[in-house]
């Protein structure tokens, strides 16, 4: 049973990467925001971190990360 729950996991895990690849590639995340995804998502920085790297409200960059996460999760769900 563990077995299977891990197959499950990579397999869920796979199947973000690939929505998040393709959300990436579809140009519909603002420059800012693919950036702001990638350091997030790709890089492993904090929003605060980035927001400080960028000079911005958290807010701003909590907004970003939001957006790009409801497109992720329709890009995800199309793959389902």
Excluded at 44 to 50: A, C, D, E, F, H
Excluded at 72 to 77: E, Q, S, T
């Amino acid at each position: 049973p563990i077995r299977g729950n891990r197959m499950d996991l990579q397999e869920e895990r796979k199947k973000v990467w690939k929505a998040a690849e393709q959300l990436l590639k579809s140009g519909s995340l603002t420059e800012v925001k693919q950036r702001r995804f990638q350091q997030h998502y790709f890089q492993g920085l904090s929003s605060g971190q980035i927001a400080r790297l960028e000079g911005v409200h958290q807010r701003a960059m909590w907004d970003s990360l939001m957006w790009a996460e409801k497109k992720l999760k329709k890009f995800f769900m199309k793959d389902s």
